[in-house]
């Protein structure tokens, strides 16, 4: 196989097009095979096979930098680095990491599961190498438009154009987080990823091109900038304009040549770039092309039995106990076990994307408004929103609701999903409960009591490993109808 010849992303730059094309073929079915069985992040690595291949082409790593936002989708960059052969231990004891690990590869520069943060790493790497003089070492920035919804990465945007750093920025947009995409700048992207108006003038522009005599060579090299000048006219790209940042694109994100020569022509650009890259999250596996949820972003689901299974029957009895209560999810209604209650009560379930900030002080604002706000989020990720906990919801004293998934080790989700702050921190707000339920029972009736009970801020932490089985006598024994009991 093409794939068990690699070595590093040298061994990239000498196959032909027929060869990459069978590799990405290998790529994915290798992805496939490790992922059914460990368990990990399959969707989204199977969309960025072409993007990540291009990437290693164009840019010399490690010595150009290459930064992943929510490294999640580093699969392919972990086969392509030298990790091949250990690439079957991936999450396994001992074995690879499901995100970039600086300790396996000098090619991974940050290990993070927190989206939104790689522009702010870029920017960091970009007025260190400006100050050392170092300016032939090019810098690329990996970024979901899932992550685009959380107010880190606009901030990052903001200074990179401010400061007109030499950093490329490359959107990678598939229309979805883990969820479909919340933000207006992702309708917008979509608008234009479907336009058939743009996709008809560039089928228009390229053939009448094509059908010049004697000039066409002349002007192959003009086919780029007149589809930008008819994007203009279609969708300005003004929102990265106006903050300083360059923008080009939308491109194919699966046609590797027309990647490549995107990435070439904004590696010779000065200033920041981005680089607008539109993928298929699931690309080339039938079941998650098919998953209209997350296009099998991960292989979890809603375990029957378990502390999520719990949470998610309760909160339909309680919904339907309590109008005002509305649930809150950052991009994560699935894996928090809100869909059944969003379904089931329409308008009540607020998604506001990677924003875990905006939804605590949003819960806040919604509790003084007379609602029921719970938030449903991982222990890891709250603690990102640990000032709002802190000063919006505890010091106004308001009856918001914390539901902490994934709460103390989470074993092979990796160290950035370890839930270990929550319960240090959360003690120290004014006014918070905390419950911590240690069957599936107690999940509804601890939910019950926050509701019923704290006139401020209450907390429910729970691990990601099975409760044990309920029994008689056990609070909630009996799981939905016991809550309120």
């Not at 870029?122 to 992550?147: C, F, N, T, Y």
């Not at 002080?361 to 449903?376: D, E, N, Q």
């Not at 339920?437 to 019923?452: F, R, T």
Request: aromatic share 6%.
């Amino acid at each position: 196989m093409l794939l068990d010849k690699i070595t590093g992303p040298a061994d990239l730059r000498r196959l032909d097009d027929a060869s990459m094309s069978e590799l990405a073929t290998e790529i994915r079915e290798r992805i496939v095979e490790v992922v059914n069985k460990n368990g990990g992040h399959l969707g989204s690595n199977l969309g960025a096979v072409e993007l990540t291949l291009a990437l290693h082409r164009v840019f010399d790593s490690p010595n150009d930098i290459i930064l992943w936002d929510t490294g999640h989708q580093a699969y392919v960059h972990k086969l392509v680095t030298g990790r091949i052969q250990q690439f079957p231990s991936l999450r396994q004891p001992g074995g690879l990491s499901g995100y970039p690990s600086r300790a396996e590869s000098p090619h991974d520069w940050i290990e993070n599961s927190h989206a939104s943060t790689v522009l702010s790493y870029a920017h960091g790497l970009a007025v260190a190498q400006e100050l050392h003089g170092d300016p032939k070492r090019r810098i690329v920035a990996v970024i979901g438009d899932g992550s685009l919804t959380g107010g880190m990465a606009y901030e990052g945007l903001n200074n990179l154009g401010h400061s007109q750093s030499n950093v490329i920025v490359i959107l990678n947009d598939n229309g979805r987080s883990y969820a479909p995409t919340v933000s207006r700048l992702g309708e917008s992207l979509s608008r234009l990823r479907s336009n058939p108006t743009y996709r008809r003038q560039q089928a228009r522009l390229e053939r009448m091109l094509g059908e010049m005599p004697m000039v066409g060579g002349y002007l192959e090299r003009g086919v780029e900038g007149a589809k930008a000048a008819i994007r203009e006219i279609l969708e300005p790209p003004a929102f990265f304009e106006n903050l300083g940042v360059r923008y080009i694109g939308p491109f194919d994100g699966h046609d590797l040549p027309s990647l490549e020569r995107a990435l070439s022509n904004a590696a010779a650009t000065e200033g920041p770039v981005v680089v607008h890259v539109m993928t298929q999250k699931g690309r080339g596996y039938g079941p998650a092309e098919n998953d209209p949820i997350k296009n099998l972003h991960d292989l979890s689901e809603l375990k029957d039995g378990s502390f999520t299974a719990a949470f998610s029957d309760a909160m339909l009895v309680e919904g339907a106990r309590r109008p005002e209560l509305v649930a809150l999810t950052a991009a994560m209604p699935d894996s928090t076990g809100l869909l059944p209650f969003g379904q089931r009560f329409p308008g009540r379930l607020i998604d506001v994307g990677i924003a875990e900030q905006h939804a605590v002080t949003s819960a806040a604002g919604m509790a003084m408004g007379g609602l029921r706000p719970v938030f449903a989020v991982y222990s890891t990720f709250l603690t990102r929103a640990f000032d709002q906990v802190n000063l919006d919801v505890g010091l106004h004293r308001q009856p918001v609701v914390f539901v902490l998934d994934r709460a103390g080790i989470t074993g092979d989700d990796g160290a950035s999903h370890h839930g270990v702050l929550d319960m240090v921190l959360l003690t120290k707000v004014p006014d918070m409960t905390v419950f911590a339920p240690s069957s599936y029972g107690e999940v509804g009736q601890m939910l019950h009591d926050a509701l019923d009970l704290c006139t401020g801020p209450a907390a429910i932490r729970f691990p990601k490993t099975m409760p044990p089985a309920s029994t008689d006598g056990d609070v909630g024994s009996g799981p939905v109808g016991a809550a309120g009991s």
